[in-house]
């Protein structure tokens, strides 16, 4: 290389780099942040209890807003499941938010059966989520998940224990959904009668094997405030959407003669604390729940029905499509089996209805036999009848023509007489 070459590059300026961020795979964090902030989030909560027991109310307050929900009455027939989504944001995270309300829950006379509409509404968000996973063209991120997150079972403060319907749904849900009790309207209950009334519910809930959801406690960051938190089972909350002037500002409260009882005043009511661990805290985890715990059992439950199973390392593995044609011929002949159990009940069916129609139509015939006799029996006696009246007109005749005859002769022999008298007096 020439002398002035060197001198050309030794002379040039150096290049520097300069990075925009750190480089590595600790970045990995902020990628599913933005993703997951990007495709939104959905959260869905059922609400449970009697009518008119504040569900709706407590909702606005918890989320600050009016939800439209149109008012129910006490007379419901049955136990409906109302629906409704709507579509919030925080700052620059989306949440597409679903709040199912029990309408006419605890209304009926016989309350034996309010819990079947409840869990069959759960079963079916999970078969629709799993209908969407057995799909070939699936579309699992896009697709509105619709499974309940949370149940927030409303209890009323107007007893000392929970009453019967509520224990056998809390226990007919609770593998179903993630429960939280509330004792609503907590303010009509003073607070010593308050703190008996939350250890008799737990109590209650613990003797009859009634799992509610625990605040998890595995995560440091959150382990202490959720182990205080858990001791505060179950919330006593109090819902208001007034905004009540208490002092120099503003505050959602309950206006009484006596004075006011303030929402987020965590020594009046537990609502600030039901709004942090539900919203703030656990929100994820409630999610992640769902999904691992009721769903994969529900899931587990329905693919152990169709008849697939899982390997052990020691059993043979097992064919997919072996599974699925081994199902489907057990189908097939268990609908061979009963369709031929309807061909021989519609044949039976057939037989009585034909035995039912000849003794029906022997019924017939035998009364068509009498009414024929006796048809008979009256036609002989009107002609005999007849006869008679036709000898008694012959008989009348006759008495008639001699009756006439005799009355002729009479009227001549008086017209006779009265001309021979003037005959004599001539002579």
């Not at 519609?346 to 003794?359: G, S």
Request: proline content about 2%.
């Amino acid at each position: 290389m020439a002398a002035n070459e060197v001198d050309v590059f030794a002379h040039e300026e150096k290049r520097n780099l300069e990075l925009g961020g750190h480089v590595g795979f600790d970045s990995l964090p902020d990628q599913l942040v933005s993703k997951s902030v990007a495709q939104g989030f959905s959260f869905n909560i059922l609400c449970v209890g009697e009518t008119g027991i504040g569900k709706s109310t407590l909702m606005n307050t918890l989320f600050n807003t009016t939800f439209e929900n149109e008012e129910a009455s006490h007379y419901q027939s049955d136990v409906q499941l109302r629906p409704q989504t709507y579509d919030l944001q925080e700052s620059n995270v989306n949440l597409k938010l679903t709040i199912v309300h029990t309408v006419g829950f605890g209304d009926q006379i016989n309350k034996r059966q309010s819990y079947k509409p409840i869990l069959e509404y759960i079963d079916t968000q999970f078969e629709r989520y799993l209908e969407e996973e057995l799909k070939i063209k699936r579309s699992l991120f896009n697709c509105h998940d619709t499974r309940i997150h949370i149940c927030l079972y409303f209890i009323a403060p107007t007893g000392h224990s929970l009453k019967s319907l509520d224990l056998v749904t809390m226990k007919k849900l609770d593998s179903k959904v993630n429960i939280i009790p509330v004792i609503a309207k907590a303010d009509t209950v003073s607070k010593s009668e308050l703190d008996k009334l939350k250890i008799k519910i737990m109590s209650e809930l613990v003797s009859n094997g009634v799992q509610i959801y625990q605040f998890p406690t595995e995560d440091e960051a959150v382990a202490e405030i959720n182990t205080s938190m858990n001791t505060h089972l179950p919330f006593a909350v109090v819902g208001s959407v007034e905004d009540v002037k208490v002092g120099n500002k503003m505050v959602k409260a309950r206006l009484y003669p006596w004075g006011s009882v303030q929402v987020e005043n965590e020594n009046h009511c537990d609502f600030v604390k039901l709004r942090e661990m539900l919203l703030r805290v656990n929100l994820e985890d409630l999610r992640e729940q769902t999904h691992a715990r009721h769903y994969e059992l529900y899931r587990r439950c329905k693919l152990e029905e169709m008849g697939f199973k899982d390997t052990d390392p020691d059993s043979q593995s097992f064919s997919l499509q072996e599974t699925y044609e081994a199902k489907r011929k057990e189908f097939l002949v268990d609908l061979q089996r009963k369709e031929e159990e309807m061909r021989q009940m519609f044949v039976n069916k057939v037989k009585e209805t034909e035995a039912e129609l000849k003794e029906k139509e022997k019924e017939l015939h035998e009364r068509f036999e009498q009414l024929k006799r006796m048809h008979q029996d009256e036609k002989r006696n009107l002609e005999e009848k007849r006869r008679d009246l036709e000898e008694e007109m012959n008989a009348f005749n006759r008495r008639k023509v001699a009756a006439e005859t005799l009355m002729g002769q009479a009227l001549q022999g008086c017209s006779q007489q009265p001309f021979k008298k003037d005959k004599d007096k001539k002579n």
